[in-house]
C-alpha cells in the first residue's frame, strides 16, 4: 500500500478556505480575509492566495469585485426546469420565501417571431404579462408571457395581483399546459433589466422561452423568464 500522497501548500490553503465556507464561518455577503492576510496567516505566496480565489470563483463560491476584495457568493438555487413543476412551487417546497410583483399588462402588437410561435397574423393583437420574482427578498427573475388577445378575451378585468396567471388560463379560460417547446440561452441584461434585477448593465442572464400548447396543440402562451445568472442552476431530466 502506497503511502498517502501530502498535501501541497495550495491544496492545503483551497482545503482550509472551502472548509470555513462550507461550516458556516464565512456565511454569503461575507467578505474573505485581505490576500495579504491569508498570506501572513497560512504563510504562502500571493501568487498562490490568487491561485486558490481563482478556484473557489470557478465553482461559484466567491466573487472578487475590483477595488473591494473577495466576497462569498449567494448559493444557486437548483431547480428542474418549469414544465411539470412551476418554479415558484419548487423553491417554496425547497423553504425559500418567495414573493412576486405585478409589473403590468398591456395590448401590443404581434412581432414576426410572436407571429409564428403564437401562430397569429402579424400585427395582430397579442397581450404582454409582465412580473418580476424575489426569493428571499432578492430579485431573481423577470417573467414576460405573451398571449393571443382573441383566445384571452377580457383578460385586462382579470385579477392579476397574487394570482398566478396559470391559475388564470386555467378557472377563467380553460387552458392547461398539454405540452411545451423549451429553449435555453445566456443573453446579458440590458440597462432597463439590470435595474430591476439590481444587477449592473451587461450581467449575464439565462433566457428560457417556453411556447405552451393546449391539449388539441393550439400554442396560447410564449413565456420569457430571464434569470439573474448568479442565482440558478436548471437541471434537465429526460426519460425515455
Known amino acids: ?14 482545503k482550509a478556505l472551502r472548509d470555513n465556507l462550507k461550516n458556516g464561518v464565512w456565511n454569503p ?9 491569508m498570506m501572513r496567516q497560512y504563510q504562502v505566496s500571493r501568487t498562490l492566495v490568487r491561485n486558490v480565489l481563482t478556484n473557489l470563483a470557478r465553482d461559484g463560491l466567491v ?4 477595488g473591494k476584495g473577495t466576497f462569498v457568493s449567494i448559493p444557486k438555487i437548483h431547480a428542474h426546469a418549469p414544465y411539470k413543476e412551476k418554479i415558484r412551487s419548487q423553491l417554496e417546497q425547497q423553504g425559500y420565501l418567495t414573493q412576486t410583483q405585478f409589473a403590468s399588462l398591456e395590448k401590443i402588437s404581434a412581432t414576426p417571431k410572436l407571429a409564428y410561435l ?16 424575489f426569493v428571499d ?29 396559470s391559475q388564470v388560463f386555467e378557472e377563467v379560460y380553460g387552458y392547461t399546459v398539454f ?27 439565462l433566457e428560457l422561452e417556453q411556447v405552451n400548447y393546449s391539449s388539441d396543440n393550439v400554442p396560447f402562451e410564449l413565456n420569457r423568464i430571464l434569470f439573474r445568472g448568479d442565482r440558478i442552476r436548471l437541471h434537465f431530466d429526460y426519460n425515455r
Open 1 to 14: 500500500m502506497e503511502p498517502k500522497k501530502a498535501l501541497t501548500k495550495q491544496e492545503m490553503l483551497e
Open 29 to 37: 455577503k461575507d467578505k474573505l480575509p485581505s490576500e495579504s492576510e
Open 63 to 66: 466573487k472578487s469585485k475590483q
Open 118 to 133: 403564437l401562430n397569429v397574423d402579424l400585427d395582430s393583437t397579442v397581450y404582454l404579462h409582465k412580473h418580476l420574482r
Open 137 to 165: 427578498q432578492l430579485p431573481f427573475s423577470i417573467s414576460e408571457s405573451y398571449m393571443p388577445a382573441g383566445l384571452f378575451p377580457d383578460l385586462e378585468l382579470q385579477d392579476m395581483e397574487g394570482i398566478p396567471l
Open 179 to 205: 405540452s411545451t417547446n423549451e429553449t435555453l440561452e445566456i443573453i446579458f441584461a440590458s440597462a432597463d433589466i439590470a435595474k430591476k434585477l439590481d444587477i449592473a448593465a451587461g450581467f449575464p442572464l
